[in-house]
């Protein structure tokens, strides 16, 4: 069953009704959702035109949205309110179409707003005023993409308000054009393909070159195995420096070896070329990593999920080591889950925080967890969420 489906969801979308009717006077048009994501495998690996492996999860973003008519006295202004730590009353951001400059809407309200932007920028597209209400359950800064999945619900319920005949791709290429352009996070276009293209228990390779996915079946329950979260409370955000600094150097090794991108290199011995210490190793890793999500996909197509773990932590070894992107809360999170039993384990999303990930048997969830836990509290750190995941569906009409 998808979480769209869910008793849960259900309820959310009841009291999503009423809250956008409470706030605006009005009934919304439809409520629409997307969905967070996990990486499996395939770390940065997406702005470098190379491979990933991510799989939507059952945590959401749901959108509700009114389209404003001429009756609307401000009827070309865009209204934005969120559930999220708001109490009864949450404050609305109004933002008219002057205002829809990039770098220029604060706070969250820049990822719904950016969505219209791009949009706007398309040929023949003009959009109007609307009101549009959020509730997440995606965790905020923890490496699932709730940005991203805000952005996707919010281009899917125009697409379909608007009837703008969007493909899937184009609407992942608007988002990441809106998070790169207008928010000014230089993310790649893995978050946004998973959002919108995932199948429920499959993970999604994406070939982020040509754009070509495949459903990849994800054969956890014939092993009895799960995905577990580990949350480490420590937020992440693309826009910082960070980010941007990994994105550069791997520029600045392709323009070394004279190649449109680190996709393009396939052999390790290839990057002796790049004199720059710190560009050779950010490219170690994605030439690297590339390889490990091809084997990925072929262990998890033979059902061999020892393999897969292998995989995965010697993926972890690369970001904390190559590409430095990895953090103490992360890596003790990895190595406690690994000691404990996981089958693998590895940070996940963009780095400097966030959670990783650990593949286990489902009779060791809590086992893990403990240990998990226990390492951090032994290391003074605030106590980590851990949960499990499901491979979820990808975005649409709730």
């Known amino acids: 069953m998808s979480i769209s489906d869910s008793k849960e969801t259900t309820q959310r979308m009841a009291a999503l009704h009423q809250k956008f009717a409470k706030i605006y006077g009005h009934q919304p048009e439809g409520i629409w959702r997307a969905p967070g994501r996990v990486n499996l495998i395939g770390e940065h690996t997406d702005y470098n035109m190379g491979f990933v492996l991510p799989f939507a999860i059952d945590k959401n973003a749901l959108v509700a949205v009114r389209r404003k008519t001429q009756l609307d006295a401000d009827r070309q202004t865009l209204d934005f309110a969120s559930t999220y730590g708001s109490g009864e009353h949450p404050p609305i951001t109004s933002i008219t179409f002057d205002e829809l400059v990039p770098r220029a809407v604060p706070g969250w309200a820049a990822y719904p707003a950016a969505v219209l932007?791009?949009?706007?920028?398309?040929?023949?597209?003009?959009?109007?005023?609307?009101?549009?209400?959020?509730?997440?359950?995606?965790?905020v800064g923890s490496g699932l993409s709730s940005s991203h999945a805000l952005e996707v619900a919010t281009i899917v319920a125009l697409d379909d308000l608007y009837e703008l005949g969007l493909s899937k791709v184009q609407m992942a290429q608007l988002t990441q054009r809106a998070e790169n352009e207008f928010v000014g996070a230089p993310t790649g276009i893995m978050d946004q393909s998973a959002s919108l293209m995932s199948h429920a228990q499959h993970a999604l390779f994406l070939d982020c070159r040509s754009m070509e996915t495949q459903a990849v079946p994800l054969p956890l329950a014939q092993h009895d195995a799960v995905v577990l979260v580990m949350d480490?409370?420590?937020?992440?955000?693309?826009?910082?420096?960070?980010?941007?600094?990994?994105?550069?150097?791997?520029?600045?090794?392709?323009?070394?070896?004279?190649?449109?991108?680190?996709?393009?290199?396939?052999?390790?011995?290839?990057?002796?070329?790049?004199?720059?210490p710190v560009a050779k190793r950010r490219a170690m890793h994605?030439?690297?990593?590339?390889?490990?999500?091809?084997?990925?996909?072929?262990?998890?197509?033979?059902?061999?999920?020892?393999a897969v773990g292998k995989l995965l932590y010697?993926?972890?070894?690369?970001?904390?080591?190559?590409?430095?992107?990895?953090?103490?809360?992360?890596?003790?999170?990895?190595?406690?889950?690994?000691?404990?039993?996981?089958?693998?384990?590895?940070?996940?999303?963009?780095?400097?925080?966030?959670?990783?990930?650990?593949?286990?048997?489902?009779?060791h969830i809590d086992k893990v967890s403990q240990a998990v836990r226990e390492a951090f509290d032994q290391a003074g750190y605030v106590e980590p969420a851990i949960f499990t995941v499901i491979a979820d569906e990808g975005a649409g009409k709730a």
């Not at 480490?232 to 994105?247: F, I, M, N």
């Not at 150097?249 to 004199?275: D, G, P």
């Not at 003790?332 to 889950?337: F, G, I, K, M």
Request: with cysteine; charged share 25%.
């Open 286 to 306: 994605i030439v690297t990593e590339n390889r490990r999500v091809l084997d990925t996909v072929f262990a998890l197509r033979e059902g061999d999920l020892d």
């Open 314 to 363: 010697q993926s972890h070894e690369s970001m904390r080591d190559d590409y430095e992107i990895s953090s103490e809360e992360l890596d003790v999170a990895v190595e406690a889950a690994m000691a404990a039993g996981a089958i693998g384990a590895r940070m996940t999303g963009g780095g400097f925080g966030g959670s990783a990930i650990a593949l286990i048997k489902r009779e």
């Open 232 to 276: 480490t409370r420590v937020e992440h955000s693309h826009v910082d420096g960070g980010y941007a600094a990994r994105r550069a150097s791997c520029e600045q090794a392709a323009a070394a070896l004279e190649v449109q991108s680190l996709r393009e290199v396939t052999v390790v011995a290839e990057l002796e070329a790049i004199e720059d």
């Open 117 to 139: 932007w791009a949009l706007n920028q398309l040929e023949g597209v003009e959009l109007g005023g609307i009101q549009l209400l959020v509730d997440s359950d995606v965790p």
